[in-house]
């Protein structure tokens, strides 16, 4: 499903989108910043899992840190 968003912006954070998204159309721009926001969070969730995991002395599979590891580095 896919939803329509209608947003009104200030001149100047509407033409920085404009050049952000030059080779592209400013729902593209947007639409990967709001993509790589959701990467951010879920790292962030899995991060803190882990953390909460370690405190209560609960053994973190190495498999866990490695997915981590390979989302802080995407």
Do not use: C, K
């Not at 969070?41 to 995991?53: D, I, K, P």
Request: net charge negative; aromatic share 2%; hydrophobic share 45%.
């Amino acid at each position: 499903m896919t939803v329509r968003l209608n947003i009104d912006l200030p001149d100047d954070i509407s033409a920085f989108v404009d050049a952000q998204s030059a080779e592209g159309s400013p729902a593209n721009y947007i639409r990967r910043l709001i993509e790589e926001d959701m990467r951010q969070a879920e790292v962030m969730s899995s991060l803190l899992r882990g953390l909460n995991q370690a405190r209560r002395g609960e053994v973190v599979p190495p498999s866990v840190l490695d997915e981590i590891i390979a989302e802080l580095e995407a």
